[in-house]
């Protein structure tokens, strides 16, 4: 084994005590990091990788970034989730006896960022932590920057997968079991984070952390899995973590429950192409002006409530401001210029707030009572109660404006911080070390008429300290032996006299003592706030509903929103409803409003057919949109809208491969229709969009169909289902709460127009060839599947059948007719390139034809034609088809009598 210098084997050392981590190791002014840990950090953060002696065979690899710059470098290596130890060097170099003693003093993860340039404004930075137990799971998940922590215990997988996605955590802890468990049931496909194994839980931190009536709230489970995440929070933190002084337990079901695909399909946070902000409801509804006030904005959103009083009150807040503009236009101006309240007042309880953040908690507190009038004048309830004895921190906002300069600096151990009057001590210091400057001024002057030398200037640096430099031009002019010589530089030269250095160490010592003092001084006002820290953090949890409140209602008047009508009972009625995403994107005005109606009596499912590129997805996510914004205390777009408390929704739109897990997309829709039809309540809301897609067109229809019964039969909830097998629209004759709907087409001159509009029956095509014709496909292609169209509804009309099959038991309704299917899969021969109008030969599987004398069967085969023909024509409704529907009509007949 090598022998490494002294040094290195500090290094090796510490190095073993983070090996899942950078160790930036601190040398002077730099941080190193050696071994693998350079050539690795070398790659990932594009810097030169050197080597260096260090007592072995071959130079050590080695590289480093300055101390002044390494946030920027640790930023770049959380972002692609590593993690970074950061090892300080514990006293001067000049102090040390022997070996300069260094210690790891914090571990950066992914989850545990407290830097503010780290951080995204608008979104919290959680860290999870999960114990698996037979009793259930125990979660919890928090966000160290703001000192928020919730825990939960949760009955199963897919309820834990539902709360990941709500948090998205940037890191998961737990033991090696849990976290192997973790990666297996799905939970890195949502959004990949950092899993680290941890298995210390610590009773003793956690009730010296939170106490013993925050620990009441805890059951057995959720108190294990608070530990386990208290212990790892100390590990890494290596410091007193005062800003947490709360946990909030919850229940998933005091919350609208929804899986992580139906989240994404909604677009809800993020939209689903690029997952970015804009184009999602969060985008459209953020109007907030403060940090925690879009952090707030986005939980109500990711967790709209199911308690109906709790949504009126929030409901009443914002109707309120909805209708005065003065108020809320006030209101948001007065919280323009308030920082992020709650991530200051935790990097102040933590220790790491420099002046200028105290500059800012400051500003911050000095808007507050103008925010508080305007809520107690804006007319609402909610908004008095909310603000009713709220302390505003007056004193604390005093003890910084007496203590603090208005430009401070941003490090705290350069002075410069602290006003001229506060500390009679600092003020005594700062005389001295103005007499000082004001001497040396006076000496230049001076040395200057003594001299004859008006270039003569007296300088500082750290090295040699004060000095008179004299250009090399004068220096024949300067009588011998009046200074002392010091520095030669180019062009010129550097002398001191014993009289300035006598001077100067007055002078310093007046600096250095100037700069403890402050730096004592600014620690003493720091740790006296972090006291405070409950009533700071109440303070920004009240600035973060309000500003909450008035971004709802800005948009919601902007927007044309209305109130929506809370109901207690079942049925849901929406008048003139938008899209709010969609119709804000499109910006003209077009966009095609619909009404909705799904009520115990009139049926609460509806069966929507019709075209692709019509509107029937954007118009089953606007009905899901609009309870959520009703529910999150919003208003909502549309006319007049009654919506009942939703408990969960479910969707099941667009359709994608899950390559990873090895499933294809029918499969994946399968799994999720499993989830609806287990986890669905009476009042729950499902939609499902191109429902029996991926498999075959009989069996993906019996599927369709089967399902439509069940969620009819045995759930009762409200159903939305768009579907291209129209042949599922005559279950409206059996299933009473099934209607028809459709989204109307005009046709004219041989164009088509989607006109987006909800109307009552079953669409007749989907005019899929159209789409195709308009999305570019070449126009021999779209002739040939016209040809091929007409012949697979020839051919499939000569099988149809509408067979009775007894409904499953437990259902009170009469037996209901299965929808007519193709026997089998037709099979079309390519049609000669030379000739595409041959006619094409059909092969359906489960017929067998009988054989009987040519003669006859020529015969019989005339008569079917004439009598198909015939029958077709009597069978016509004139006052309903459309032009399509009689060309292609004409076209069958014509092919019929031809034999074809």
């Known amino acids: 084994m090598a022998k490494y210098t002294p040094m290195m084997e500090q290094y090796l050392a510490v190095k073993a005590q983070v090996p899942d981590a950078f160790l930036f190791f601190r040398l002077g002014d730099f941080y190193e990091m050696f071994f693998e840990d350079a050539i690795q ?81 608008a979104v919290n ?92 709230k805890l059951t057995p489970l959720t108190r294990r899995t608070v530990s386990l995440l208290i212990a790892y929070l100390g590990e890494t933190q290596k410091r007193s973590l005062g800003h947490m002084t709360r946990i909030e337990t919850y229940r998933p079901s005091q919350y609208m429950v929804m899986d992580p695909f139906t989240r994404r399909n909604l677009e809800l946070t993020e939209t689903v192409r690029d997952r970015s902000k804009r184009g999602s409801l969060l985008w459209l509804l953020d109007e907030t002006v403060t940090s925690m006030g879009g952090r707030l904005l986005r939980r109500w959103i990711e967790k709209p409530l199911v308690n109906r009083e709790r949504v009126e009150e929030r409901l009443e807040a914002v109707d309120a401001l909805y209708g005065n503009l003065i108020v809320r236009e006030d209101l948001r101006q007065s919280l323009k210029d308030v920082y992020d ?136 002019s300067l009588p011998e032996g009046l200074y002392e010589r010091k520095q030669t530089l180019a062009n010129a030269e550097r002398f001191i006299t014993p009289e300035l250095k006598e001077k100067e160490a007055l002078i310093l010592e007046a600096e250095e003592k100037m700069v403890d003092v402050e730096y004592a001084l600014f620690n003493e006002l720091r740790e006296r706030i972090a006291l405070q820290v409950n009533r700071l953090q109440r303070l920004a949890e009240v600035v973060a509903a309000v500003d909450v409140y008035q971004s709802l209602a800005s948009v919601s008047a902007r927007r044309r929103f209305r109130k929506p009508e809370l109901s207690a009972g079942y049925d849901l009625s929406i008048t003139g409803g938008r899209h709010p995403v969609v119709e804000a994107v499109m910006q003209d005005g077009s966009f095609v409003a619909n009404d909705t109606a799904m009520t115990a009596e009139a049926g609460p499912m509806l069966l929507i057919t019709g075209p692709n590129m019509a509107g029937k997805s954007t118009y089953m996510r606007q009905v899901a949109i609009i309870c959520i914004m009703a529910q999150i205390g919003c208003f909502v777009p549309a006319e007049k809208a009654v919506i009942p408390m939703t408990d969960r929704i479910f969707t099941r739109i667009g359709a994608a491969d899950d390559l990873i897990g090895g499933q294809s997309t029918f499969m994946v829709e399968m799994m999720d229709i499993q989830v609806m039809t287990e986890k669905a309540t009476r009042q729950s809301l499902v939609i499902i969009d191109e429902l029996g897609r991926g498999t075959s067109t009989g069996e993906g229809m019996a599927i369709a ?89 020839e051919r499939a009309g000569a099988v149809e059948a509408a067979v009775s099959l007894e409904r499953p038991s437990g259902s009170d309704l009469e037996p209901v007719q299965v929808a007519p299917v193709f026997a089998g899969t037709a099979l079309v021969e390519a049609a000669p390139a030379e000739e595409t109008t041959a006619a094409v030969q059909l092969s359906l599987f489960g017929l067998e034809e009988d054989k009987p004398a040519a003669a006859d069967k020529a015969k019989r085969k005339q008569d079917a034609r004439s009598e198909g023909v015939l029958a077709s024509i009597r069978e016509m409704d004139l006052m309903t088809m459309t032009p399509m529907m009689a060309m292609n009509l004409l076209y069958d007949l014509k092919r019929k009598l031809d034999g074809k």
């Open 341 to 476: 309240l709650e991530r200051l007042t935790a990097r102040v309880s933590y220790g790491s707030a420099n002046a200028r953040d105290m500059l800012a908690l400051k500003i911050s507190l000095s808007r507050v009572p103008e925010a508080v009038r305007l809520c107690r004048e804006s007319g609402s309830r909610s908004l008095a109660a909310l603000v009713a004895g709220l302390d505003e921190c007056a004193d604390v906002q005093e003890w910084i404006a007496s203590a603090i300069v208005d430009e401070p600096p941003v490090s705290v151990r350069d002075g410069g911080m602290i006003r001229l009057g506060y500390n009679e001590r600092l003020d005594q210091l700062k005389e001295a070390n103005q007499n000082g400057k004001q001497w040396l001024a006076e000496l230049e002057q001076k040395e200057r008429e003594r001299t004859g030398i008006r270039s003569l200037k007296v300088g500082f640096n750290k090295v040699f300290g004060y000095y008179i430099e004299i250009t090399r031009s004068h220096l024949a």
């Open 41 to 121: 950090a070398s790659r990932e953060l594009e810097i030169t990788l050197t080597g260096r002696e260090g007592g072995a065979e071959e130079r050590i690899p080695m590289c480093g970034v300055p101390y002044h710059s390494a946030d920027n470098y640790i930023a770049r290596l959380i972002e692609k989730g590593y993690k970074v130890a950061i090892c300080e060097q514990m006293e001067s170099p000049a102090e040390a006896k022997g070996m300069v003693r260094r210690e790891i003093v914090r571990i950066v993860t992914p989850g545990t960022l407290m830097d503010g340039k780290l951080l995204s404004d």
């Open 125 to 216: 930075n959680y860290i999870a932590s999960v114990v698996k137990e037979a009793a259930g799971i125990g979660f919890a998940v928090c966000d160290i920057s703001t000192g928020e922590l919730y825990t939960a215990a949760l009955p199963g997988t897919e309820a834990l997968l539902d709360e990941l996605s709500v948090y998205g955590p940037k890191e998961i802890i737990g033991t090696a079991e849990t976290v192997e468990w973790l990666k297996e049931n799905g939970a890195s496909a949502l959004r990949p984070p950092v899993y680290t194994v941890w298995d210390k839980d610590d009773p003793q931190a956690l009730a010296a952390q939170y106490g013993q009536e925050e620990l009441r």
């Open 705 to 793: 169909q089967a399902v439509i019964e069940f969620m009819h039969d045995r759930v009762g909830c409200k159903t939305l289902v768009s579907t291209h097998f129209h042949e599922l629209a005559h279950l409206e004759e059996s299933l009473a709460g099934l209607k028809n709907y459709c989204m109307a087409v005009k046709e004219s001159d041989g164009q088509v127009t989607f006109l987006r509009k909800l109307i009552p029956g079953a669409a007749s095509t989907s005019y899929g060839i159209y789409c195709a014709r308009i999305a570019g496909l070449p126009g021999n292609i779209i002739d040939r599947a016209y040809q091929l169209l007409a012949a697979f509804e």
